[in-house]
């Protein structure tokens, strides 16, 4: 399997690479079945991560010094390419 191609940065014109979240696995980080005390045999994590949207990452650019995030939707774009 190939890399996967991600779209240029809007600003710099530049190659994004893609970062995983450090805050989630996958986009999701705990589970919630809607009970107040869960007896689920195998919580599944259903919650998805506020830091990334549920993309699971980011599009970071690396043209200014440390990277700067691209747009939500570029990263669900990216995503949704790479599966």
């Given at each position: 399997m190939g890399a996967?191609?991600?779209?240029?940065c809007p600003q710099?014109?530049?190659d994004l690479r893609w970062?995983?979240?450090?805050?989630?696995?996958e986009g999701y980080v705990d589970h919630s079945c809607g009970e107040d005390t869960c007896?689920?045999?195998?919580?599944?994590p259903n919650v998805v991560c506020r830091s990334c949207?549920?993309?699971?990452?980011y599009?970071?650019?690396?043209?200014?010094?440390g990277g700067h995030v691209a747009k939500v939707q570029?990263?669900?774009?990216?995503?949704?390419?790479?599966?």
């Open positions: 996967a191609e991600y779209p240029t710099h014109g530049c970062e995983d979240c450090p805050s989630c696995d007896c689920c045999a195998d919580p599944v949207d549920g993309a699971g990452g599009l970071v650019c690396d043209a200014v010094s570029q990263r669900m774009e990216a995503r949704v390419e790479a599966k």
